[in-house]
């Protein structure tokens, strides 16, 4: 009885430790895509001054 107990504890906690990861890893990849957007869209304002003067 106490073995299964042990494992079914074990496979939660591997989840829980497994979607942490993955939320933190979405958490970065966001804010690098967001920061990849604001820079994007400083370069190409810069862009469009540059061409206009």
């Known amino acids: 009885m106490s073995d299964?107990?042990?494992k079914l504890f074990k496979n939660?906690?591997?989840?829980?430790?497994?979607?942490i990861i993955i939320l933190i890893l979405?958490?970065?990849i966001m804010n690098y895509?967001?920061?990849?957007?604001i820079n994007f869209g400083t370069f190409i304002r810069k862009l469009?001054?540059?061409t206009s003067c």
Request: hydrophobic share 60%; no cysteine.
């Open 48 to 50: 469009i001054e540059f």
């Open 26 to 28: 979405s958490t970065f």
């Open 4 to 6: 299964k107990i042990k």
């Open 12 to 19: 939660k906690i591997l989840k829980v430790v497994l979607v």
């Open 33 to 37: 895509l967001f920061n990849l957007g």
